[in-house]
């Protein structure tokens, strides 16, 4: 199993707090992804990595922000927490940004905003 | 622009019956494939990929899915269905020259039945 981690696992907060959830490999990948998963929507991508310092948004970014100081983390941050953020929240990585790479999943944080 | 459209959001089988997981592609340039796997209370793993060699491809636990560019589809099928194959199962597409970053559809459930 790749080794990725996330943390913390489950999380309960309140609207308005602001929340930091972390992602952490040990592989070495370049690439870094945050997804949340919603029932009925799938997988949508937030924001993604492809180096230090180098992030991008994704489809659904409004309301998060990213970092990416050293290779192996990978922080999202939800400024101010709001009830539509209550997800699961997936990183994923890949060795390189070929089209044709599979991505490596974390076991994913539930995140509840009451 | 790519999309991926998984038709039916529950299958239900049962064991040892046929599992035909449906999935159709748009994509403007040519495709990179893949099905994933989730079981419950973990992240996506991939089951089988498509890069442009074989149309056949097998993948892992016994499933196969067949690209059909002329019908823009990818499905994903196992002769036997297993009491372990319930799960979640997500089509994702990504292009070469496209965005190199998958799609993912909306997933099916796959539920066996004894």
């Known amino acids: 199993d790749a080794g990725i981690t996330q943390s913390p696992r489950h999380k309960v907060t309140e609207t308005g707090t602001p929340v930091t959830l972390r992602c952490h490999q040990t592989?070495?990948?370049?690439?870094m992804y945050w997804y949340r998963q919603d029932p009925g929507h799938g997988l949508r991508l937030i924001h993604y990595?492809?180096?230090?310092?180098?992030?991008d948004k994704g489809e659904v970014s409004d309301g998060y922000s990213v970092s990416r100081s050293k290779t192996e983390d990978f922080l999202l941050t939800l400024e101010s927490a709001t009830s539509s953020q209550t997800s699961v929240y997936f990183c994923?990585?890949?060795?390189?940004?070929?089209?044709?790479?599979?991505?490596?999943f974390g076991p994913g944080t539930r995140l509840t905003v009451l | 622009a790519q999309s991926v459209t998984q038709l039916g959001s529950h299958v239900s089988v049962s064991e040892g019956a046929l599992v035909l997981l449906r999935c159709n592609y748009s994509s403007s340039v040519p495709p990179y494939l893949f099905w994933y796997v989730q079981y419950p209370n973990q992240g996506l793993q991939l089951l089988l990929k498509y890069t442009s060699a074989a149309t056949l491809v097998k993948g892992i636990n016994g499933f196969e899915a067949e690209f059909k560019k002329s019908e823009t589809s990818f499905h994903l099928t196992k002769p036997s269905a297993h009491m372990s194959d319930a799960a979640e199962y997500f089509c994702?597409?990504?292009?070469?020259?496209?965005?190199?970053?998958?799609?993912f559809g909306r997933g099916t459930s796959l539920i066996v039945h004894p």
């Open positions: 990595s492809y180096g230090v310092k180098d992030t």
């Open positions: 592989e070495n990948h370049r690439y």
């Open positions: 994923a990585i890949t060795s390189s940004g070929g089209a044709g790479n599979e991505q490596f």
């Open positions: 994702a597409v990504s292009s070469a020259g496209g965005s190199y970053i998958p799609t």
